[in-house]
């Protein structure tokens, strides 16, 4: 079936670097995506959306890229903190109901 | 406050035996979902409802049955636990359009023994 992967199981960044999440999806009729943050003994947080239409979303310290020719998303995280240390995932969504998580990152943050 | 609730939030329980976990959501969301997250984090879908109604069922034992009195809840129930059924089991809604930006609770931990 179709799926949604990552290509770092976990990334290590200094405090104060950006950090660069990536995920690769195989459904390329995929119209909607989001970033979710997992912190731990909590449930997924989300943290920025994209749809299709876009290559391009920027929140507050984060920004989201797609790249819909390559099938690959991308989450930046600016200046990180030790508090977004967490697990992060990706997910797509292709019109129905459902979305489809990837595997997820933990992101750890040295101070 | 809390937009999607559900309890317990910690279960212990023995094989065999059947428990319920439920979940509310104050959101006014007509689209409630369990998810399943394993060991290795991955989440996945396990049903939906919307507005009462069962719209996913995934690949997913008969011993799970969801059950939607209102909207506002969707509780889970599982008969005859088995030790794989020990992971955490997530409660989210979602407003309409159907199926974009989906809401976590915090979730249910099961430990099978």
């Known amino acids: 079936g179709e799926s949604v992967g990552l290509h770092l199981p976990t990334l290590s960044v200094q405090e104060g670097d950006n950090s660069i999440i990536n995920c690769a999806y195989s459904?390329?009729?995929?119209?909607?995506f989001i970033w979710y943050k997992q912190e731990s003994g909590k449930g997924p947080q989300f943290i920025i959306d994209?749809?299709?239409?876009?290559d391009k979303r920027q929140g507050q310290r984060v920004t989201v890229l797609l790249n819909k020719t390559v099938k690959h998303l991308s989450l930046q995280i600016a200046a990180t903190q030790p508090g977004d240390s967490a697990v992060y995932f990706c997910?797509?969504?292709?019109?129905?109901?459902?979305?489809?998580f990837g595997k997820g990152t933990l992101l750890t943050v040295n101070p | 406050d809390t937009a999607v609730s559900q309890t317990p939030k910690y279960l212990v329980t023995q094989m065999g035996n059947d428990k319920s976990i439920k979940c509310e959501q104050n959101?006014?969301?007509?689209?409630m979902y369990w998810y399943k997250q394993d060991s290795k984090k991955f989440l996945k879908i396990m049903f939906s409802?919307?507005?009462?109604?069962?719209?996913i069922n995934e690949t997913v034992p008969n011993r799970f049955s969801p059950k939607s009195p209102d909207k506002a809840h969707l509780n889970l129930h599982i008969n005859s636990l088995e030790l794989g059924d020990s992971a955490v089991y997530f409660c989210?809604?979602?407003?309409?359009?159907?199926?974009?930006?989906?809401?976590f609770g915090e979730g249910s931990w099961l430990t099978v023994v």
């Open positions: 409802y919307n507005n009462k109604e069962l719209i």
């Open positions: 459904n390329s009729a995929s119209d909607y």
């Open positions: 959101l006014g969301h007509d689209t």
């Open positions: 994209i749809r299709s239409n876009m």
């Open positions: 997910a797509e969504k292709d019109g129905n109901y459902k979305l489809t």
């Open positions: 989210a809604s979602s407003p309409p359009p159907s199926g974009n930006t989906i809401y």
